[in-house]
């Protein structure tokens, strides 16, 4: 592997958080906490939890901050589940060369660290519609402790990645899954997607006490069949990696101020997005 840009995710060491801590949340399908990790659960039935950045992290490695999930509130609805998904651009994954004889093989490796041990699930896709998955199942040893995990799978032959800016090749951690998001078999190959396979493997119910928590750091996607060092950046380039997709800024820092007439501001992106974004103005 090369010495440097090996590490394909954006942000691993969770250091950018643009967006802030999320306490009390119960909508997900979106990105509390640190930038580019999606968080996705069954919304108002997944119970309560602040998700954000934790100074809890594996001893030595040089990391700062993990990607916290803490129940603050539990649910028992049937279909409730939690996971971490991050996506890839398509025009950033051809390098994987799917849909060849040639697929690359990739190893996922990461610090996870819960309340609870035993099997929670790592899945891969490949968001070409109709998506094709792969699935395996991972175990937390001990609870409470900082473990390191590296997942290696094999390349798609058979199904290419969409060249664009839309979603290709994602992965997703799942650690706590029920119902409808369990009910499938998962398959260690590369085979047609159903969202019943996502969370079979796991065995953990991290919804019943507001003790739980689970936390990751050190996430890095790479080329290869092992997991090298993790491959630490300069925070300002993680920043202008992630401002691709979420920026944020004051007007008056942006274009100064303007009183007793109507203007027109111009709001001049720092880093051009990946589309055209939606806004909100505070």
């Not at 998001?181 to 079979?200: C, D, I, K, V």
């Not at 006490?209 to 630490?232: C, K, M, P, W």
Request: charged share 15%; proline share 3%.
């Amino acid at each position: 592997n090369p010495l440097t840009n090996r590490r394909l995710n954006y942000n691993g060491a969770m250091l950018v958080n643009q967006r802030g801590n999320s306490t009390g949340a119960t909508q997900f399908f979106k990105v509390h906490g640190p930038d580019r990790y999606y968080s996705q659960g069954e919304n108002s039935n997944n119970g309560t939890w602040n998700i954000g950045q934790s100074t809890d992290v594996p001893d030595g490695y040089g990391f700062k901050y993990s990607l916290d999930y803490s129940c603050t509130a539990t649910s028992s609805n049937a279909n409730r589940y939690l996971m971490t998904v991050y996506r890839m651009e398509g025009v950033d994954c051809q390098a994987l060369n799917y849909g060849t004889a040639n697929a690359k093989t990739v190893t996922l490796s990461f610090w996870i660290k819960c309340s609870k041990a035993g099997n929670f699930q790592v899945n891969f896709e490949n968001e070409q519609n109709p998506d094709a998955g792969y699935q395996t199942q991972q175990t937390i040893s001990n609870a409470g402790q900082w473990e390191k995990k590296v997942v290696t799978i094999p390349g798609d032959t058979t199904k290419a990645l969409t060249f664009g800016t839309q979603k290709a090749f994602c992965f997703d951690i799942v650690y706590s899954a029920f119902g409808s998001y369990a009910s499938g078999t998962p398959t260690a190959a590369w085979s047609a997607l159903s969202n019943t396979q996502r969370g079979a493997h796991c065995n953990m119910d991290l919804f019943d006490s507001t003790s739980n928590y689970v936390r990751i750091a050190g996430v890095q996607l790479e080329i290869g069949d092992h997991a090298t060092d993790f491959e630490h950046l300069p925070y300002q380039v993680e920043l202008q990696r992630c401002k691709r997709y979420y920026q944020t800024a004051a007007y008056t820092t942006m274009m100064g101020s303007l009183a007793g007439q109507v203007g027109t501001p111009k709001i001049l992106f720092e880093v051009e997005m990946r589309a055209i974004p939606s806004s909100v103005t505070t």
